[in-house]
């Protein structure tokens, strides 16, 4: 689900009195913070409500998002908040469904400026923190044992950070026209790898049905532009990472394996 705190249409216009909204509408991806789609009679916005204790990380965020924009990068700028309430810009284009060539290479371009820009920067955050995998790993050492044997190389898990990543580029936090790539969701960009951040992308975007093209036309995007290159090897590990971590976390939050089998496929 989407929406974890419901807000009305008149709770909405007396939050935003420089707005006239005339209708709002749930989302149902996301599963942490409270999001919707609201509308002007001329635009449409995103709305949302951080239902974490994150305040510093919004700050960030907000930051973070206009200084991309400023780079040239398809994203979103916060525009206003009220009482814990955040209205973002909603970026033109619809979700892709049939991943094809050309959104690959226009993931490989976005990632590539976005990671010059975020070369050596730092967060308040790591994407991986050591001390959340070693807590998820006596969960499923206690729970689920077999997929605590599978998932024990984590610990060794690399601290070497290049910069800030998004670190979350799934499918549904993208939108496309035609070739022309946005990105939105940076709340949880942190410091980390931009393998890392290369391979969960990849993962999101169904790599792993077609692996070998998908992952070659990547790199050889990607590396024309990116402030440092990936090598096969190094990206496929981290993709065997970026599966693991995404793995152990769903069966320590969901408390079942239901959600991460198909990581680890």
Same mark, same amino acid.
């Given at each position: 689900?989407?929406?974890?705190?419901?807000?009305?249409? !008149?709770?909405?216009?007396?939050?935003?009195?420089?707005?006239? /909204?005339?209708?709002? @509408?749930?989302?149902?991806?996301?599963? %942490?913070?409270?999001?919707?789609?609201? /509308?002007?009679?001329?635009?449409?916005?995103?709305?949302?409500?951080?239902?974490?204790?994150?305040?510093?990380?919004?700050?960030?965020?907000?930051?973070?998002?206009?200084?991309?924009?400023?780079?040239?990068?398809?994203?979103?700028?916060?525009?206003?908040?009220? &009482?814990?309430?955040?209205?973002?810009?909603?970026? *033109?284009?619809?979700?892709? @469904? #049939?991943?094809?060539?050309? &959104?690959?290479?226009?993931?490989?371009?976005?990632? =590539?400026?976005? #990671?010059?820009?975020?070369?050596?920067? $730092?967060?308040?955050?790591?994407?991986?923190?050591?001390? *959340?995998?070693?807590? &998820?790993?006596?969960?499923?050492? $206690?729970?689920?044992?077999?997929?605590?044997?599978?998932?024990?190389?984590?610990?060794? #898990?690399?601290? %070497?950070?290049?910069? $800030?990543? &998004?670190?979350? %580029? /799934?499918? !549904?936090? @993208?939108?496309?026209?035609?070739?022309?790539?946005?990105?939105? !969701? /940076?709340?949880?960009?942190?410091?980390?790898?931009?393998?890392? !951040? =290369? =391979?969960?992308?990849?993962?999101?975007?169904?790599?792993?049905?077609?692996?070998?093209?998908? $992952?070659?036309?990547?790199?050889?995007?990607?590396?024309?532009?990116?402030?440092?290159?990936?090598?096969?090897?190094?990206?496929?590990?981290?993709?065997?990472?970026?599966?693991?971590?995404?793995?152990?976390?769903?069966?320590?939050?969901?408390?079942?394996?239901?959600?991460?089998?198909?990581?680890?496929?």
């Amino acid at each position: 689900m989407g929406v974890k705190t419901a807000i009305t249409l !008149d709770a909405l216009n007396r939050l935003f009195t420089s707005y006239e /909204f005339i209708s709002l @509408t749930e989302t149902t991806s996301g599963i %942490i913070d409270t999001t919707y789609i609201v /509308f002007t009679k001329n635009r449409s916005y995103i709305l949302k409500k951080y239902e974490r204790a994150i305040l510093q990380k919004i700050e960030e965020d907000s930051r973070l998002l206009d200084a991309l924009k400023l780079f040239g990068l398809n994203v979103p700028s916060c525009i206003t908040s009220s &009482h814990g309430w955040y209205l973002y810009e909603k970026l *033109e284009g619809s979700q892709p @469904t #049939h991943i094809q060539s050309y &959104h690959i290479q226009a993931l490989a371009r976005f990632l =590539a400026k976005f #990671h010059q820009y975020s070369y050596k920067k $730092v967060s308040l955050l790591n994407v991986i923190d050591q001390d *959340e995998i070693s807590s &998820h790993l006596r969960y499923a050492k $206690v729970n689920f044992f077999n997929y605590y044997k599978k998932l024990q190389f984590l610990k060794k #898990h690399s601290k %070497i950070n290049d910069g $800030v990543i &998004h670190g979350d %580029i /799934f499918k !549904d936090n @993208t939108v496309f026209q035609g070739t022309k790539i946005g990105v939105f !969701d /940076f709340i949880d960009s942190a410091c980390g790898t931009f393998a890392f !951040d =290369a =391979a969960v992308a990849l993962i999101g975007f169904d790599t792993k049905k077609q692996k070998r093209s998908f $992952v070659n036309l990547f790199l050889g995007t990607y590396n024309q532009h990116a402030p440092k290159k990936l090598s096969k090897k190094e990206l496929l590990q981290s993709m065997e990472t970026a599966c693991g971590f995404y793995a152990l976390k769903r069966i320590a939050n969901f408390k079942s394996t239901k959600t991460a089998k198909e990581l680890l496929k």
